[in-house]
């Protein structure tokens, strides 16, 4: 159930206009109507429920992606503690598979829906990190190089990811491309925050330093 509060706070911010109820009403009856012309649903059952203070969408948990995604990424997790790297990954890549680009970007959103972006791109980039890892175990290193260095833009401050592809670099034979790479992290980190990285991914720099056999 959602309070009709939280649903004024997310169409108008801290600035609703006096009609806000009246206003969120009317909405509420063209969404009902819309989805009934649309036939989201079979004859007879209704998606959108009035529930005091405000409303209920009444859907299962097969038919909304997001409870499906969380479902079999955190199968994938625990098959993964298992150590069932093949059955983990058939799971994140089901799951990695209904994302269609960055959560809800087709919706202009206010300050309640962007803690939900958060969550969801938070979760999309646990499964990524953890399918990483599933087809690292497999042996399937150096194709995921690419990924891992558009994942390096994409989030420059993650320093785990940084890491995975040192790793990867190294373990395919690429040793100058893994130094370069902790250099860059050195630098953003340097430039952005003030810091170093942490004592295992410099700990890992020197191992690859030495041609140590390093890194899982």
Known sequence: ?????????????????????????????HTRRLLAEHQVTGEGRELLLTRPPGYFALIDDDELDVTIVERLIR??????????????????NAGLDLWRGPALSTVPCGRVLESHIAHLEELRLFGVQLRIDANWRLGRIGPMIPELRSLVI????????HAKLMGALYTVGRR????ASYRNLRQILSDELGVD????????HMEILNGDHVLA
Request: charged share 20%; net charge negative; aromatic share 4%.
């Open 197 to 204: 990285p942490t004592p295992e991914i410099q700990r890992m």
């Open 75 to 92: 199968a994938g997790s625990r098959l993964l503690e298992e150590n069932r790297p093949e059955e983990a990954l058939a799971s994140l």
């Open 154 to 161: 994409s989030h420059p401050l993650n320093e785990t990811l």
């Open 176 to 179: 100058a491309e893994a130094l």
């Open 1 to 29: 159930m959602v309070g009709s509060g939280v649903l004024i706070e997310e169409l108008w911010g801290d600035d609703p206009p006096r009609s806000a109820m009246t206003t969120l009403q009317t909405y509420v009856y």
